[in-house]
């Protein structure tokens, strides 16, 4: 399908398009903090396609990568590739409270209403001290959340994981609504946006609580409500988000074959794939793009 000039992609999947949209957030010349997963793929995306100057930060001290490879981890040499330079952890965390950082891609296991992430603890029946799941924590997810300018949240959507009040507080967004973070002195602004593999939520500017900006294809509002623990409020110009072009899904595609992050692909995954697709991707983009 092609629509303005855009050739649209006809075989997608909702997780692709989840990609593409945190993809389509980023604005070329901004330096975005990234994370592992899914976050890491459209910020590639970003880079690769209509934002070719953005800077990317990754938690170890990367400085602006152009990497040909999928990253699967903070320290993985594929995070050197024509980077700008290669600093340690705490200056890449010491720059971002400086404010320097336009934006920052999280991540959780909970969100709820006002953007708060929970990656801490699932108490069930318990508590902080005994819940029910122990999750691996912050990492650096609460030094973004706090100082980047604005944040990024991608969730698969789940009712179990899109709350009234998340379980415990990793990752602030909203706090309890409006002026809490101005309460706290936090130099970011907070989220702007959650995307999931239904939809797009965006922050009443008064509220500061999340309502339902944009439907993707072939869901509806009543279907994103179902899977949602507030009372949700519906956006009076709701949308349907753009899909992904081919050219999109054909780079995600590239990047990621084994569908590590686009599809659960990591379990089944042998070294010789692996290393397969590295090199595929390599390859090909580095006969794409010049730096």
Not at 23 to 43: H, Q
Not at 63 to 71: E, M, N, S, V
Not at 109 to 131: E, H, M, W
Not at 256 to 279: P, Q, V, W
């Amino acid at each position: 399908m092609s629509t303005n000039n855009k050739e649209y992609a006809e075989d997608y999947t909702l997780q692709e398009l989840l990609v593409v949209s945190a993809a389509r957030e980023i604005k070329d010349n901004e330096v975005v903090f990234v994370g592992v997963g899914i976050p890491c793929l459209g910020a590639l995306v970003a880079k690769l396609t209509h934002a070719p100057n953005v800077t990317m930060v990754m938690e170890a001290g990367c400085i602006g990568p152009t990497p040909y490879r999928l990253i699967l981890g903070i320290g993985d040499n594929s995070c050197i590739e024509n980077a700008i330079c290669v600093t340690s952890l705490w200056r890449a965390f010491a720059d971002q409270q400086r404010g320097y950082f336009d934006l920052g891609m999280l991540g959780g296991a909970q969100v709820d209403k006002y953007g708060n992430l929970n990656s801490t603890a699932i108490f069930g029946d318990g508590d902080y001290n005994r819940p029910r799941t122990r999750l691996p924590g912050s990492g650096g997810a609460n030094d973004i959340a706090v100082s980047a300018q604005r944040t990024l949240i991608m969730m698969n959507q789940q009712k179990r994981r899109f709350l009234e009040k998340v379980d415990y507080v990793t990752s602030p967004g909203y706090l309890d609504g409006p002026g809490s973070r101005e309460k706290c002195s936090y130099p970011g602004k907070g989220p702007s946006v959650i995307i999931s593999n239904m939809a797009i939520f965006r922050f009443d500017p008064e509220t500061k609580e999340a309502y339902l900006d944009s439907v993707h294809p072939k869901v509806t509002a009543d279907d994103v409500k179902k899977e949602v623990s507030w009372d949700l409020k519906i956006s009076p110009d709701l949308k349907t988000t753009e899909p992904p072009t081919k050219n999109e899904v054909d780079l995600i595609r590239l990047l990621d074959s084994e569908k590590i992050y686009t599809g659960g692909g990591l379990k089944s995954l042998t070294f010789d794939n692996y290393l397969k697709m590295l090199d595929s991707s390599y390859e090909k983009l580095k006969s794409m793009f010049v730096c």
